[in-house]
């Protein structure tokens, strides 16, 4: 029986490389997108043509309302999940000083509640199984702290703690709750980027190369594979040794 995966924000980027990988071994996919509709379905007939059950379900993981409209979807239409990837999120990059309450809710809002969310409509049914995993996405500066980028760096680290405490809670339930935090990355989010400031990034780094969204969609893979079934409330950081 194939085993089921919702990806949420996974019409771009990491997501969507992320649902590739699930779907070339063989799982069934969910593919949640807030406003990036043709990119969705794009992505679903991609996932489809490779032999995977898929499903396109939209929702804007900041309002509660519209995540448990879709997890009652999911479980009329596609069952029951075996893994929830938190992937949602957006940065900004701006001056602590520019920085609005409404900079500053948004960032919130998605990164994190959305988050919150998404673990308290998918969980009672992992609860019910004895059975699940969770991966929540997150960052470097989650870990580390990046100027100009402030209310990013406490969105993310924040799910580092909400990550490590809901481990714990549900730990007892046979459910994993992991993390994964990127470094910097070769996606949409981070095309603002110059290219002084792309090559300044890459020097900072050991590998001397930036990331690909494969190689984050590799991290997220192994974490909901059997073989880290004892790895729980852990943060996996591929970040090319820039955090070390």
Known sequence: MS???LITGASRGIGRESAKLFAQ????VAVNYCSSERQALELVKELSDMGSEAIA?????????????????????????????NNAGIAQQKLFTDITPNDWDRMFDINIKGMFHCCQCFLP??????SGKIINLSSIWGLVGSSCEVHYSAAKAAVIGFTKALAKEVGPSGIQVNCVAPGVITTEMNAALDADSLNALKEETPLG??????DIAQAIYFLAESGSDFITGQVLSPNGGFVI
């Open 3 to 5: 085993r089921s995966v």
């Open 25 to 28: 071994n063989g799982w069934k």
């Open 57 to 85: 379900v939209q929702g804007d993981v900041s309002d509660r309302s519209q995540v448990t409209a879709m997890a009652a979807s999911l479980l009329k239409d596609f069952g029951e999940l075996d893994v929830l990837v």
């Open 125 to 130: 049914q992992m609860i019910r199984r004895q």
């Open 209 to 214: 190369i930036l990331g690909t969204p494969q």
